[in-house]
């Protein structure tokens, strides 16, 4: 997934600052259509799934090799 940062270089940095300004616009417009999120910390806690459990050296080393893994991408 992009940076916001390389999308608006990429995108929006080289349109006319018209469309640029019109852009904003549209987005603080539609962001304020969207009640913010009011999740407490409980609700969110609770929807956390729990690791499941390890049992063996071989099941740890995949474990932390697939973290490992997912900071790559």
Known sequence: M???ESI???TIR???VDDQLRLA???R???GDEPPSRRS???ILRNI???KPI???AEIDSYIREERDSWDD
Do not use: D, G, M
Request: glycine share 0%; proline share 17%.
């Open 2 to 4: 992009q940076s916001l």
């Open 8 to 10: 608006y270089q990429q």
């Open 14 to 16: 080289p349109l006319p």
């Open 25 to 27: 616009e549209i987005i």
């Open 29 to 31: 417009q539609r962001a």
């Open 41 to 43: 910390a409980l609700e």
């Open 49 to 51: 799934q729990p690791p």
């Open 55 to 57: 049992h063996s050296v």
